[in-house]
């Protein structure tokens, strides 16, 4: 097993009181995870919620039921917590009426768990987020060497923990499976999707637009279906961990472009997946989108251990001057571009140093891939 940043923090909080809810896409790890830290305390169990008989037990909210299934366990794991319903509120029966126990509640699906354990569950939780394999955790097991050496296939084929270590046969196997059989489960499974085949044509469009500003009106004409409907369905995919949005930075300087969203996907080998497309980056037109997506990916995964509160941008104007990535962080600028080609000095547009003077700025390349982790 490769080992995962959050366990030190999840380890501190099985010490106090609050229920901790694991949230991360389906096979990023939160099972295997939950067992490596469980299996060393003798006085802990997990549960599998897609069970029947486990559901059965925890939606009846009969407190003797409960206590008789969790015995003389004092950690309790609920892994797929999403499945019994009513979640939040059974979750703040136990918290209140059986003490005894410390709660762990894993999910696949953020809005769905989120949405029925947030209310019940105001202060008496702590969240963590799992995502695909960081660079820093693969450096633990594997070394610096091995990632430069493994980089193309690192991009081309993300990283996922149950895909890294394969063949490239099976790496292409394995993700053609991801992206049927699991990215749109949970998707679909909600608002009543009746043509699953949009989802799909959305998704390969904003494979195509990855790093590109998005027109809604434009995903709109293209697929067929009402701007409401493509903003729900981006809204859904974003929940479900399979894209993320970055915001336009602005601060109201005239020429900047303030409202404007670019997409990008939460792994690049389901993205390389969904448009059928996993040559080599030397043999690739989109190899800079795909080298972005990679680094910024890398920066969230980073931020969301380290720096929390941290909130990602990018930055354009319209006469075309423009930044990969913004970073800000209490109160402070952090400036980032990401060229697969290193180039001597980054040069910053005059105008947004002028206004914003940030604190730090870095050009980000293979060369030096180790300054996107610190």
Same mark, same amino acid.
């Given at each position: 097993?490769?080992?995962?940043?959050?366990?030190?923090?999840?380890?501190?909080?099985?010490?106090?009181?609050?229920?901790?809810?694991?949230?991360?896409?389906?096979?990023?790890?939160?099972?295997?995870?939950?067992?490596?830290?469980?299996?060393?305390?003798?006085?802990?169990?997990?549960?599998?919620?897609?069970?029947?008989?486990?559901?059965?037990?925890?939606?009846?909210?009969?407190?003797? %039921?409960?206590?008789?299934?969790?015995?003389? $366990?004092?950690?309790?794991?609920?892994?797929?917590?999403? $499945?019994? /319903?009513?979640?939040?509120?059974?979750?703040?029966?136990?918290?209140?009426?059986?003490?005894?126990?410390?709660?762990?509640?894993?999910? /696949?699906? /953020?809005?769905?768990?989120?949405?029925?354990?947030?209310?019940?569950?105001?202060?008496?939780?702590?969240?963590?987020?799992?995502?695909?394999?960081?660079?820093?955790?693969? $450096?633990?097991?594997?070394?610096?060497?091995?990632?430069?050496?493994?980089?193309?296939?690192?991009?081309?084929?993300?990283?996922?923990?149950?895909?890294? #270590?394969?063949?490239?046969?099976?790496?292409?196997?394995?993700?053609?499976?991801?992206?049927?059989?699991?990215?749109?489960?949970?998707?679909?499974?909600?608002?009543?999707?009746?043509?699953?085949?949009?989802?799909?044509?959305?998704?390969?469009?904003?494979?195509? %637009?990855? @790093?590109?500003?998005?027109?809604?009106?434009?995903?709109?004409?293209?697929? @067929? *279906?009402?701007?409401?409907? *493509?903003?729900?369905?981006?809204?859904?995919?974003?929940?479900?961990?399979?894209?993320?949005?970055?915001?336009?930075?602005?601060?109201?300087?005239?020429?900047?472009?303030?409202?404007?969203?670019?997409?990008?996907?939460? #792994?690049?080998?389901?993205?390389?997946?969904?448009?059928?497309?996993?040559?080599?980056?030397?043999?690739? !037109?989109?190899? @800079?989108?795909?080298?972005?997506?990679?680094?910024?990916?890398?920066?969230?995964?980073?931020?969301? !251990? *380290?720096?929390?509160?941290?909130?990602?941008?990018?930055?354009? !104007?319209?006469?075309?001057?423009?930044?990969?990535?913004?970073?800000?962080?209490? @109160?402070?600028?952090? *400036?980032?571009?990401?060229?697969?080609?290193?180039?001597?000095?980054?040069?910053?547009?005059?105008?947004?140093?002028?206004?914003?003077?940030?604190?730090?700025?870095?050009?980000? /390349?293979?060369?030096?891939?180790?300054?996107?982790?610190?």
């Amino acid at each position: 097993m490769y080992p995962r940043d959050i366990t030190e923090s999840i380890n501190y909080w099985l010490n106090k009181n609050e229920i901790l809810i694991l949230y991360g896409a389906r096979q990023v790890g939160k099972t295997t995870l939950m067992r490596e830290i469980l299996n060393k305390k003798q006085n802990a169990i997990i549960f599998n919620c897609e069970l029947p008989i486990v559901s059965d037990v925890m939606e009846s909210k009969d407190l003797s %039921q409960i206590r008789a299934i969790f015995g003389d $366990k004092k950690i309790i794991a609920l892994d797929e917590a999403q $499945k019994i /319903s009513e979640i939040g509120s059974i979750l703040k029966l136990i918290y209140d009426e059986l003490p005894q126990y410390k709660l762990i509640a894993t999910g /696949s699906s /953020s809005f769905e768990l989120a949405n029925r354990v947030s209310e019940p569950l105001t202060g008496r939780n702590i969240k963590f987020r799992l995502y695909t394999l960081s660079l820093n955790e693969i $450096k633990q097991k594997k070394g610096w060497l091995w990632i430069k050496e493994n980089l193309n296939n690192l991009i081309v084929y993300g990283t996922y923990p149950g895909i890294i #270590d394969l063949n490239v046969a099976d790496k292409q196997i394995k993700l053609s499976e991801i992206t049927s059989d699991y990215l749109y489960k949970d998707v679909l499974m909600h608002e009543n999707i009746k043509n699953p085949a949009i989802i799909r044509k959305l998704l390969k469009a904003l494979a195509l %637009q990855t @790093g590109a500003q998005v027109s809604y009106n434009e995903l709109s004409g293209l697929l @067929g *279906v009402s701007r409401a409907t *493509v903003e729900k369905y981006i809204d859904l995919l974003e929940k479900n961990f399979v894209i993320f949005s970055l915001p336009s930075f602005s601060r109201n300087l005239r020429n900047e472009i303030k409202k404007s969203r670019k997409y990008y996907f939460y #792994d690049t080998g389901i993205r390389n997946a969904l448009i059928g497309d996993f040559k080599s980056l030397s043999n690739r !037109t989109d190899a @800079g989108t795909l080298w972005e997506n990679f680094c910024i990916n890398e920066r969230i995964k980073l931020n969301s !251990t *380290v720096r929390p509160n941290t909130t990602a941008y990018f930055w354009r !104007t319209y006469d075309g001057a423009e930044i990969d990535l913004i970073e800000e962080y209490n @109160g402070l600028l952090y *400036v980032f571009e990401f060229k697969m080609k290193k180039k001597r000095k980054l040069k910053i547009p005059e105008s947004f140093v002028k206004k914003y003077n940030p604190n730090d700025s870095k050009i980000i /390349s293979p060369e030096n891939l180790h300054e996107l982790t610190e």
